[in-house]
């Protein structure tokens, strides 16, 4: 009975476009969710921790684990704000910044798999659909 809803149905299409998102961004020295971080600091260096909680929508540690995976891997750098020395903010390396490209080639390329057999009509109404569901 469970694998005969659409929520089985959905788990399994999310299950299996993870674990190619995984595949290909592993060459990148990324993993599944820090490209996620990163695209907010492609979009607005040196935000602050609680400002990466925010616009992400996950848990404190979640993020506080990510930093320290990605400054390791020298993509990022934490630094104190130069107004409030209690603030930190997360700048992107030169290496972080040059993954741009590279993410955003392999999100498009993903994107369009995923959509592969559909009608132009039938992308459109699957990314409606897709935006307009509850999360």
């Known amino acids: 009975m469970l694998d005969e809803t659409l929520t089985y149905a959905l788990i399994?299409?999310?299950?299996?476009?993870?674990?190619?998102?995984?595949a290909a961004l592993l060459p990148l020295g990324l993993h599944?969710?820090?490209?996620?971080?990163?695209?907010?600091?492609?979009?607005?260096?040196?935000?602050?921790?609680?400002?990466?909680?925010?616009r992400l929508g996950v848990e404190p540690p979640t993020v506080t684990k990510t930093l320290q995976r990605?400054?390791?891997?020298?993509?990022?750098?934490?630094?104190?704000d130069s107004d409030r020395s209690r603030l930190?903010?997360?700048h992107l390396t030169e290496t972080g910044s040059a993954l741009r490209g590279p993410v955003e080639e392999i999100?498009?390329?993903?994107?369009?798999?995923?959509?592969?057999?559909?009608?132009?009509?039938?992308?459109?109404?699957?990314a409606r659909l897709v935006r307009t569901m509850p999360r």
């Open 12 to 22: 399994k299409v999310v299950k299996s476009h993870r674990n190619q998102m995984a």
């Open 32 to 54: 599944v969710g820090q490209e996620l971080l990163l695209n907010q600091l492609w979009r607005e260096d040196g935000l602050t921790q609680a400002e990466l909680i925010t």
């Open 70 to 80: 990605l400054e390791r891997a020298g993509f990022v750098r934490r630094s104190p």
């Open 88 to 90: 930190i903010r997360v």
């Open 107 to 126: 999100w498009l390329r993903t994107d369009e798999e995923l959509q592969a057999g559909f009608s132009p009509d039938e992308r459109e109404l699957l």
